[in-house]
């Protein structure tokens, strides 16, 4: 696994990067979807941290996993969207324009943002507690998902800017759950 970055050439034409592709945000009035660099394909664990940018209270704020066919120029989580996300501050899961799910308050001013993906299944985390539980393989977001899969980010066209950032993997607060590399 290496460490994660946004890919400027798989992104809405409103997205703007920094920090050598692991920061990017969409200004406020625009909406779209920026991909990882890379897709994973196998059945190794992968385990993510990242943060989001001025998230707080907002829900146009997305992240979350896709296919490559997703459209970028549309928000994760709408209508026909190859994208399975949960949404900013509500933690509501998103797939294909419908709520999967509603969970647990999600998206506190300075987090930590968790993801872990394996063999098909996704699971949201936040300041070292998981929805459900990775190592064991119970109670994913999603499931039955199949490669090569992306990491998404992306907002809609709400006021503010919205963004994420990959944190470093060797600056990683958490450790990966068993049976899971750090990484994508």
């Known amino acids: 696994s290496t460490q994660p970055l946004w890919n400027p050439s ?13 920061r990017f945000y969409i200004p406020g009035g625009q909406g779209g979807s920026v991909r990882s660099t890379v897709a994973i394909s196998d059945s190794v664990g992968r385990y ?37 996300v949960i949404r900013g501050s509500d933690g509501d899961y998103l797939h ?10 999600f998206g506190a001013p ?9 063999a098909g299944s996704v699971w949201f985390g936040e300041n070292g507690s998981w929805d459900g ?7 994913a977001a999603f499931s039955g998902l199949s ?9 809609t066209t709400a006021t503010g800017d919205r963004g994420a950032t990959f944190e470093v993997l ?7 759950p068993s049976g899971f590399l750090a990484g994508w």
Not at 133 to 139: E, I, M, R
């Open 147 to 155: 490669g090569p899969i992306y990491i998404i980010g992306g907002k």
């Open 170 to 176: 060797a600056s990683y607060t958490y450790s990966p």
């Open 48 to 84: 993510i941290e990242l943060s989001g940018l001025q998230n707080a209270g907002n829900a146009s704020w997305r992240f979350g996993v896709a296919t490559g066919v997703a459209d970028i120029t549309a928000v994760p989580g709408t209508l026909g969207h190859a994208s399975w």
């Open 110 to 118: 300075s987090a930590i943002f968790m993801m872990a993906y394996k």
């Open 10 to 22: 798989d992104a809405d034409s409103d997205a703007v990067f920094l920090d050598s592709n692991r």
């Open 96 to 105: 294909d324009g419908g709520t999967v799910a509603e969970t647990w308050p």
């Open 133 to 139: 539980d990775p190592a064991a393989g119970t109670g």
